[in-house]
């Protein structure tokens, strides 16, 4: 569906937004509920990517399609490896199936699973023999996707004598596997993570008869109001929940990156409050995204918004995400207007001072890209292609702009 978003400026007094929970939390609580089923979560994200993964934890089919959810391939392909006695087939988008899954495959073989490659290797769809583990120390590369990891801490705990992962390279994403960490020490399991050696005991069960775990909200979701924020006047307010500044989402390192684009952060109870409190001072913005590749598409497309340049880097991993994100913020932001180089890991954006009129942005099937563009309509007409991407991790994204002004059609 193309939605047209109409030059907008936003209402004078803001509603209070509030964004479903993280999906990142999300996924690894409910992929910990089924090896603890006395788990209680509160504050589930409604997003497609947690929706499949509550529903391939439930099913007892023996075909199980992830579609396009990253977090939940990852996941489940630990899990059903443990399962014994169970035999599946998971598969996705044709998107996943060239997303690599080879380093998490191969730790988990070497662990004692038994997975095979349907089609290409290296990449899903998978076959799955569910077996008991035997063995509880394997090696694995950390420089592609640090959801290879998650996965294996996430089933950690109950394998028999638990696990000891050794990191090999540069560890990418590091706040998600601190994260998994953080969610399994909640729960009661001891880990450590000492130079690249991670380990983690095993737990049977859960110490208290019933655990309640609240998912904050979703920071990458959020990245967008920032980005909202950051291009209109002067003095616009915002307020967001559920949000807090312990948060174990490295994403919330908006709050310090925005402060350049003269965002200022205030910490509330449970929400945050977002003020536009002065122009950018800067011309130029740098940024090292390695522990928050997220965020990357959003932050180009506000200091193209704002006329800045930027040197993004640290974005080795977009080129394996939704779709390749660099190829994919290059060809968009020609399109209106601006210059833009990309590396393998990098992309430089070059100040410009107009911004093309009317012009229509395509997605790639990444909620990102929908999400990261749409905020341009406070500067110019634009139209956003498959717009309904967004339910990947935002179901209520554009009825939340309509509601702060947005002027939005099919
Ligand atoms: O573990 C997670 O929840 C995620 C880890 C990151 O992936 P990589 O480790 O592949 O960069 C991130 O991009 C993704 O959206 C969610
Ligand atoms: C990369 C993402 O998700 P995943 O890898 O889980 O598909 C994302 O949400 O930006």
């Given at each position: ?69 990253g ?20 598969t ?26 349907l ?34 801490l ?40 000492e ?31 920032y ?27 908006l ?12 910490f ?23 522990n928050?590749?997220?965020?990357a598409?959003?932050i180009a ?16 991993t ?17 399109k ?48 956003i ?26």
């Open positions: 569906m193309l939605f047209t978003l109409h030059k907008s400026t936003l209402l004078e007094t803001l509603p209070n937004i509030v964004i479903t929970g993280s999906k990142s939390e999300s996924n690894r609580l409910l992929l910990l509920q089924a090896l603890y089923p006395e788990l209680k979560i509160e504050n589930v994200s409604n997003s497609d990517d947690s929706e499949v993964m509550q529903k391939a934890l439930a099913s007892t089919s023996n075909l199980i399609d992830v579609s396009h959810a977090t939940a391939m990852r996941f489940l392909t630990a899990f059903f490896a443990t399962q014994e006695g169970r035999e599946i087939v998971i996705g988008s044709t998107r996943m199936k060239e997303r690599p899954i080879q380093v998490l495959v191969e730790a988990l073989n070497a662990l004692g699973a038994d997975i095979s490659y089609e290409n290797e290296g990449c899903p769809p998978l076959q799955i023999k569910g077996k008991s583990l035997t063995n509880d120390k394997v090696t694995l590369k950390a420089n592609v996707s640090s959801q290879y990891i998650s996965a294996l996430l089933i950690a705990p109950k394998l028999k004598n638990g696990l000891e992962l050794t990191l090999e390279g540069e560890i990418t994403s590091v706040p998600y596997i601190n994260m998994t960490l953080n969610l399994l020490n909640q729960i009661g399991v001891k880990t450590t993570f130079n690249n050696i991670i380990t983690v005991h095993p737990l049977e069960k859960l110490n208290q008869q019933q655990q309640v775990l609240t998912v904050e909200s979703d920071w990458s979701s959020v990245s967008y109001f980005s909202i924020v950051a291009l209109s006047p002067v003095g616009t307010k915002i307020n967001l929940s559920y949000y807090k500044k312990d948060s174990l989402q490295g994403d919330s390192v709050a310090s990156i925005y402060t350049d684009f003269g965002v200022i952060t205030t509330n109870e449970n929400s945050i409050t977002l003020l536009k409190a002065t122009e950018s001072q800067l011309r130029s913005i740098d940024c090292q995204l390695q928050a590749p997220d965020i598409q959003t497309v506000t200091c193209f918004g704002l006329g800045l340049s930027c040197h993004l880097t640290g974005l080795h977009l080129k394996i995400k939704e779709t390749d994100r660099l190829v994919a913020l290059k060809t968009e932001l020609e209106l207007g601006a210059r833009v180089d990309i590396t393998n890991e990098a992309l430089q954006l070059y100040a410009s001072a107009q911004i093309k009129d009317s012009v229509s942005i395509a997605t790639y099937h990444d909620h990102r890209m929908a999400m990261a563009f749409a905020p341009l309509a406070l500067k110019t007409n634009l139209h292609e498959d717009a309904m991407v967004v339910s990947k991790s935002y179901p209520a994204f554009w009825d939340d702009l309509k509601s702060i002004g947005f002027k939005i059609s099919e």
